[in-house]
């Protein structure tokens, strides 16, 4: 029998992101992967600005640049007829309202991208490997997770044997289609099935339609192929999402010579050369699991919550319950906080996946009027009407739809304006108070720590780059007693404290007005950059020591 600390159940970005963070608070962990590998067929691509924020805490932002396409690429949504045929219309988000582009320049060191998922994950998997914390376990099945109370068995089986794992804790990053959730009778919530879909993985030269004009996305809109064209790499790496019926059809019924002829229908070419990869299918829902923990074992990524595409937000999400729920078990694991703290991990992030399945499913919605949805095939008719003026409506109107779906591509609040805390969301509410340029105007107890622009040792870096893995107390010029009050509260609690003045300086001779630190005040920020605390919220040293007592036994509240 193998011992560890944390069995990660799945090697997706979301499994191998709980490894990292885990092994950056110095808790070993073995990661379980039914598959071989990383699965080359990419399916996500969107990596949103709090995600790169993520992964530049990880060391693993450059990496992933280096794979993702250009910004020329993410700026524009194009719809056409087919991909080498009529323009109908556009979104181009540089174009945008002057003051919305400020906001994301300024509310971030980073800037959402779009990579193709298995080079995220072959990055956070080159991380983890690095970092050498993590025993990477691929082909290995988990079978069973039993909790016995003051620790878990998970037996899993591989090709050269059969054997039970025992473990404080388990984490199920197996997916949507993962057993573990309802092996412990964890139910999900939300709508019916909202629709299925055809992931057409394929290799194509593409070039002579995108090179000069290319686009995150491209929708072509019309009755032979109807579907969207995401390109992965900006080169030959595509893939192309169709209408899919699981009544009716299966996989097998798509051999790759009728998917390439798919593709050459969408693209409007006969004779183009396509190399088709893979074909999967998958179903669109907005549900999310009831409870996020069952004992020791909890739910993360896709096996928490599925949204549909339409905002990008299920990979990230994920991601974000890594750095969550990674910390909070390194926490207790590591003795410096109660078991009841892990109860927090649910009550912060179980609201964030509710409201970005609302989000998700409006936006879907409201794609209709744009030619994509179930009226789809209607929309391309008239659109191909042999009578002009039919055709020429269909157009005005798919035209006029098509500017109203930007908040769909531009929801920088959706990213990164989540408030962990009770009453959030509250009537749809989303974000915490933005500045015109996209700052925080003040240190908001739950939210994520503003970023600015600073100075230290002579190098510019960002106020996220000042947080270790541990909480970080950053304080004014004139702000020692607050300094002197944590030093005494935080013993044998990994923690650091940042002087403004002495340690960094603003870059723009402001101030760090952002975090609304006063010279004698001070701010308190977890390992996972939420604000904990800030001397805004009550006088006197004990309010601190109360604030911390108070996050470490978060659970109990909750």
């Known amino acids: 029998m193998t011992d560890t600390p944390v069995v990660v159940v ?49 060391g693993v ?43 994301r320049i300024d509310a971030s060191p980073e800037a959402l991208t779009s990579c193709a998922q298995d080079r995220v994950q072959q990055h956070l ?23 016995r109370g003051g620790d878990v068995e ?32 964890i139910g999900l919530e939300g709508p019916p099935v909202l629709g299925h879909q055809l992931n057409i993985y394929f290799h194509a030269d593409l070039s002579p339609w995108t090179s000069r004009d290319p686009a995150l996305l491209v929708w072509a809109i019309n009755s032979v192929s109807p579907g969207v064209f995401i390109g992965m790499d900006g080169d030959r790496r595509w893939t192309f999402q169709r209408s899919f019926d699981p009544a009716t059809e299966s996989p097998a019924d798509y051999p790759p010579e009728r998917c390439a002829q798919i593709i050459r229908d969408a693209v409007g070419v006969d004779e183009l050369d396509v190399e088709i990869r ?40 994920g991601l974000a319950d890594a750095d969550n729920l990674a910390w909070k078990l390194a926490a207790v694991i590591n003795g410096w906080a109660p078991e009841d703290l892990l109860d927090s991990y649910e009550s912060e992030r179980r609201p964030v996946a509710m409201d970005n399945a609302r989000h998700s499913v409006s936006n ?35 035209a006029a739809a098509i500017p109203v779906q930007r908040p769909h591509f531009d929801a920088l609040n959706q990213e990164i304006g989540y408030v962990y805390g009770p009453g959030w969301p509250a009537d ?59 030093a005494a509260v935080a013993e044998g609690v990994p923690s650091h404290t940042v002087v403004v003045g002495r340690d960094v300086v603003s870059t723009d001779g402001t101030g760090l007005d952002q975090l609304g630190i006063p010279a004698d005040g001070a701010v308190l920020v977890r390992p996972d950059g939420h604000i904990a605390w800030s001397s805004a919220e009550g006088a006197g040293e004990d309010s601190l020591s109360a604030a911390l007592y108070a996050l470490l036994t978060a659970g109990r509240a909750a």
């Open 10 to 58: 799945g090697a997706g970005p979301v499994g191998l992101a709980t490894a990292l963070v885990l092994g950056r608070h110095g808790v070993r962990s073995v990661v379980c992967e039914r598959y071989s590998g990383v699965n080359p067929h990419p399916r996500a691509h969107i990596v949103n600005t709090r995600s790169m924020e993520l992964l530049r805490a990880w």
């Open 61 to 103: 932002t450059d990496a992933v640049l280096k794979d993702a396409v250009g910004p020329e690429w993410t700026h524009n949504i194009r719809w056409k007829q087919t991909l080498s045929g009529r323009d109908l219309g556009r979104i181009n988000l540089a174009e945008g309202p002057a003051e919305d582009i400020l906001r």
């Open 125 to 147: 998997l080159d991380a983890v490997l690095a970092q050498g914390m993590a025993t990477l376990r691929y082909d290995t099945t988990v079978l069973d997770v039993t909790d």
């Open 154 to 185: 998970v037996s899993v089986e591989s090709a050269q044997r059969r054997e039970t794992i025992r473990a404080r804790y388990a984490v199920a990053a197996d997916g949507a289609t993962g057993v573990i959730r309802d092996a412990f009778g």
């Open 278 to 317: 893979a074909v999967g299918p998958w179903t669109m829902a907005a549900r999310t699991a009831e409870r996020y923990r069952s004992g020791r074992v909890f739910l993360a990524g896709d096996a928490a919550h599925q949204f549909p595409p339409t905002g990008g937000l299920g990979m990230n999400t």
């Open 364 to 398: 879907a919605l409201q794609m209709a009027d744009a030619g994509i949805g179930p009226d789809t095939g209607t929309i391309a008719a008239c659109l191909e009407s042999p009578d002009p003026e039919v055709a020429a409506e269909a157009r005005r109107r798919l």
């Open 428 to 486: 749809g509410a989303t974000d915490v108070p933005l500045s015109a340029t996209g700052s925080c105007l003040s240190a908001v107890r739950g939210a994520r720590l503003p970023h600015a622009w600073v100075e230290r040792a002579d190098a510019r870096v960002s106020t996220l780059d000042l947080l270790i893995p541990g909480f970080t107390l950053i304080v004014g010029p004139a702000g020692g007693v607050w300094a002197d009050a944590f």
